[in-house]
């Protein structure tokens, strides 16, 4: 009994140990990453945010990794955009009908077949992806960004 006991303890506290929140795992998987940022950028990230100046790596602590990387270049500097996506519900009416079929059985003898006349009508919801945020860098350093991603 001791032991079922201490086994379901164990298994409670590993369930709720791995239910903190995304920037606190990132941070404890990349220790030496957060140790390069100056203080007020660890603060940032600790909140999920992001600010002019802040490396690529203190905007990955904050918003983990991009959806995509787009690279090019602003007034001959390097420019790398990192895009993030989220997904929005769309709602829908659907109509449809049932349907059947009557033809000629196996071989052409008889008929096989079945008919099923119904009519649906429900709603139905779709999700679409957008860019929900993005984050501009040139020299490796935020210049811009727009939106915290959800």
Avoid at 11 to 39: D, G
Avoid at 50 to 59: A, F, L, R, T
Avoid at 105 to 129: L, N, T
């Amino acid at each position: 009994m001791k032991i079922l006991r201490l086994t379901l303890i164990a298994a409670a506290f590993s369930m709720l140990a791995s239910c903190a929140a995304p920037v606190t795992r990132r941070i404890e998987r990349n220790p030496e990453i957060y140790a390069k940022l100056s203080e007020e950028h660890k603060q940032n990230v600790q909140a999920g945010k992001v600010e002019e100046g802040m490396s690529k790596e203190g905007v990955f602590l904050a918003w983990g990794p991009p959806s995509r990387v787009a690279k090019g270049s602003s007034g001959g500097k390097p420019l790398e955009k990192w895009v993030y996506t989220g997904e929005r519900p769309v709602f829908r009416q659907v109509y449809g009908f049932g349907g059947g079929a009557w033809g000629p059985g196996v071989w052409g003898r008889g008929y096989c077949g079945f008919y099923d006349p119904f009519i649906f009508a429900g709603p139905s919801v779709d999700y679409v992806p957008f860019d929900a945020a993005h984050v501009d860098f040139v020299g490796g350093k935020v210049t811009a960004f727009a939106a915290a991603p959800r």
